[in-house]
């Protein structure tokens, strides 16, 4: 059966990660962790870019010597494996370009194409930007600016081999308009097909001469050359997916379901790499799912500005799923988003600390109260909470439409609005301290209700806060494994049939809860 393919880019070792990796990360990790949830097989790769000049670079700089690249990038590589487990990323495999398997694809790839006369060798005349790894034209270039980054460019007369893509240009413009949901969202979609409609694409260089850059992979025709890092980064897709070495696993896996970005990289992704695979005689991935930038008082965050914010400081401070959760809900997908820690604080003490943190403290500290911790049985009188029990119903497709385009934003806000927020209403309109002092036998159906309300609010948050999730879940007494729970499958794990949540009834009656510590005590800001 073909499994869910999802992928990150492959970040570049030249520093460490920051929070725009995170955020790309954190996407993927939701977008798996929900597929799972909905019954499917799953694979999600996730690694490091490690060839090029940058990278070169940044080892002289670190003091290793020519040559000597490969041990400056394994000295970056497990900073980023352990930010990845800090942030609860659970990626199937981590894809290094400098692993063995890929390189050996890259070169194949290569030659295939060589030898159907889609790389060919010239003279280039024109400029460069070393940081984008982007070449630009004398039009395109008129005050040596990069026209992306504004950074200064450097000129470049040189011998280097190019890959015919100006020859695709109307078969790709084709696909991106029959295929509506290939790039996502529309705004970047648009973007894409103004490009085409406004340029004619100009072949792409994708060698260096060894003699000025030799940090690459030698190209299978000519050893005075490596390739650029383009190149040998986007093929990482099939060579992990085992392109050319596991036909199995390869038809598992292709096509990708979603290669996740960010805007910096959406040309490469929607034009350069369809095209490659259009030229290899591969399927194109369903979608490119496109996120927009993370901003610092209105400057990309990025390595090179130096205004990073390290995601480990952030966990550490104030723990990983209130990061994740700042992240996927303060911003639309495909726009960009202001990061600071005023905005974060002010959203954690809203959301978590006054919506989640007080429903999940005060239901249990009542349960505790009025049943002990056990939770009671429904009288055969009970009435249920009617509007929430249907709205369980059709909640997990109607999450998964909404989150198909990557909106985590939309999907955690319908999760707060017809749960967290609904629930805490709730309380307040059927106030159980009432009905205790009056021995109301409706305070059983409402604790009841409630407690059912927070095992359907912790499998909604799974794939966002997975660790706040298995621990209410818990504390409702539940003994099985949260992350294991199948909404729509055959297994003996599925609590429905595809996609329905049989609402009610999930904490059995006779549960003892167990009830700790706050989630989400408030933060004081100084
Ligand atoms: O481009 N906001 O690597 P890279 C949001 N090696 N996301 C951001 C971000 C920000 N301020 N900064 C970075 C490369 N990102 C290539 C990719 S893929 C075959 C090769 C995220 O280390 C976002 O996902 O510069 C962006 O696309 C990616 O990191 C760029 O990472």
């Not at 942030?87 to 290094?96: H, T, W």
């Not at 060919?120 to 024109?126: A, L, S």
């Not at 259009?278 to 991935?285: Q, Y």
């Not at 809203?350 to 109260?369: I, P, Q």
Request: aromatic share 12%; charged share 25%.
């Amino acid at each position: 059966m073909k499994k869910i393919y999802i992928t990150t880019p492959l970040y570049y070792v030249n520093a460490f990660p920051h929070i725009g990796h995170a955020y790309t990360q954190i996407i993927c990790d939701a977008i798996t962790r929900f597929k799972k949830q909905a019954g499917y097989d799953t694979f999600f790769m996730t690694g490091t870019d490690e060839h090029g000049e940058k990278i070169e670079k940044a080892a002289m700089e670190a003091g290793f010597k020519n040559g000597d690249e490969k041990n400056f990038v394994d000295t970056i590589v497990p900073r980023f494996k352990k930010t990845w487990e800090k942030l609860d990323i659970e990626y199937d495999y981590f894809m290094r370009t400098t692993d063995e398997a890929h390189e050996n694809t890259v070169r194949e790839v290569l030659r295939i194409l060589y030898e159907k006369g889609k790389i060919y060798k010239k003279v280039y005349k024109g400029w460069f930007c070393t940081p984008c790894e982007a070449f630009w034209s004398e039009s395109q270039a008129s005050d040596n600016l990069c026209p992306d980054c504004k950074r200064n460019l450097e000129r470049l007369d040189e011998e280097n081999y190019f890959f015919k893509i100006s020859e695709y240009q109307d078969t790709l413009k084709k696909h991106i308009k029959d295929n509506p949901s290939f790039i996502l969202p529309e705004i970047r979609r648009n973007e894409v097909l103004g490009f085409l409609d406004n340029n004619r694409l100009q072949d792409l260089c994708i060698s260096r001469p060894k003699s000025r850059m030799s940090w690459g992979i030698e190209l299978p025709f000519d050893k005075n050359f490596v390739t650029y890092v383009w190149f040998d980064a986007l093929i990482n897709y099939i060579s992990g997916a085992g392109f050319l070495g596991d036909r199995k696993k390869f038809d598992e896996l292709w096509p990708a379901d979603s290669h996740v970005i960010g805007k910096d990289i959406l040309r490469h992704h929607a034009v350069y790499w369809p095209i490659m695979l259009m030229a290899i005689g591969v399927a194109l991935p369903k979608h490119i799912l496109t996120h927009g930038w993370w901003v610092i008082a209105g400057e990309k965050m990025s390595k090179s500005k130096g205004n990073i914010v390290d995601p480990i400081t952030m966990i550490d401070k104030y723990g990983v799923d209130a990061f994740r959760y700042f992240l996927l809900s303060a911003v639309e997908f495909g726009y960009d988003g202001t990061f600071s820690e005023e905005l974060f604080i002010e959203k954690y003490n809203a959301d978590l600390a006054n919506d989640l943190g007080n429903l999940v403290n005060r239901t249990l500290t009542m349960m505790e109260k009025y049943f002990g911790g056990v939770v009671p049985a429904l009288p055969d009188t009970a009435y249920e909470e009617k509007d929430m029990k249907s709205d369980a119903e059709g909640m997990q497709v109607q999450l998964a439409t909404v989150f198909a385009e990557g909106n985590s934003q939309a999907t955690l806000g319908i999760i707060w609005e017809k749960w967290v927020k609904k629930a805490n209403k709730y309380i307040e309109e059927s106030a159980p301290w009432k009905l205790a002092k009056e021995n109301d036998k409706k305070l059983k159906e409402v604790m009841y209700n409630l407690i059912q309300i927070l095992a359907l609010v912790a499998l909604f948050l799974y794939p966002f806060m997975p660790k706040t999730s298995r621990n209410i879940w818990k504390q409702l007494g539940m003994e099985s494994d949260i992350s294991g729970i199948r909404f729509s499958d055959d297994s003996e794990k599925s609590i429905s049939a595809r996609g329905r949540v049989p609402a009610w009834g999930l904490v059995p009656a006779g549960a003892k809860i167990s009830k700790s510590n706050p989630l989400f005590p408030r933060i004081i800001s100084k």
